[in-house]
């Protein structure tokens, strides 16, 4: 079946514009995680949603990014007034969650951001 | 804070090796361990997932062992072909609270023809 895709695959803007990035899970995934991958930093965890529960914002690095997951499926990470130091590859994972889950997450090809 | 470390950073091997990937982690109150492939300018592919109760997960070439209480996971690869070259990935998912991965660098695996 369909993988998790994203959208767009590359996006440069100017510093200070507003950015959106858009992620697909695997249909009937409810957990949907989005994660950073920037030179010199690694991977790092960025929001968490899981099906109606509030989401797990605790990885967002400032109040710029934010997220949202409309109808429990497609999510938008979005990005205000843009940074040099936004620039990185976003990327979106989702899960299944069954009664005894693994939580094992499957990625998207990635988001890369530039902004000049 | 858990802290996810691999080693090498990167390695070179010629092509038929057998070859070992390391990682550890500081906090052994993990729920899994999931190893990653990445190749450039792409996403992540899953390889392998153990689960905290488990000791190891093979999947054809690949075999991933666990030693929870020593914060270790060993990824091997059998018979290493030019189309392995990527950097692989361990990451871990703790057992209460956040449940999103922590991730290592990387070891970055070059299989020479």
């Known amino acids: 079946g369909a993988g998790v895709s994203q959208s767009p695959s590359n996006k440069v803007t100017e510093k200070g514009k507003d950015v959106e990035l858009r992620c697909d899970p695997i249909s009937g995934h409810t957990a949907l995680y989005w994660y950073r991958q920037s030179l010199g930093q690694g991977l790092e965890f960025l929001i968490y949603f899981q099906g109606n529960s509030a989401p797990d914002k605790s990885g967002l690095p400032s109040d710029r990014f934010s997220a949202e997951r409309t109808g429990g499926s497609v999510s938008t990470l979005t990005i205000q007034r843009t940074q040099q130091e936004d620039s990185a590859v976003y990327l979106c994972a989702s899960s299944l969650v069954l009664a005894t889950p693994t939580y094992e997450q499957y990625f998207g090809p990635g988001t890369r951001l530039t902004v000049t | 804070k858990q802290e996810v470390t691999q080693i090498p950073a990167a390695l070179s091997v010629p092509e038929g090796e057998n070859l070992v990937l390391n990682c550890s982690f500081t906090?052994?109150?993990?729920?899994?361990l999931q190893w990653f492939r990445q190749d450039p300018g792409k996403g992540l592919t899953s390889l392998l997932l153990?689960?905290?109760?488990?000791r190891e997960q093979t999947s054809g070439r690949l075999n991933a062992s666990l030693d929870k209480s020593s914060g270790r996971s060993t990824l091997y690869i059998a018979a290493s072909q030019p189309g392995d070259s990527a950097t692989y990935l361990c990451?871990?998912?703790?057992?209460?609270?956040?449940?999103?991965?922590?991730f290592g660098s990387g070891t970055r695996l070059q299989v020479q023809p």
């Open positions: 153990i689960q905290s109760s488990q």
């Open positions: 906090d052994s109150a993990i729920y899994n």
């Open positions: 990451a871990v998912r703790k057992d209460t609270g956040r449940r999103a991965l922590t």
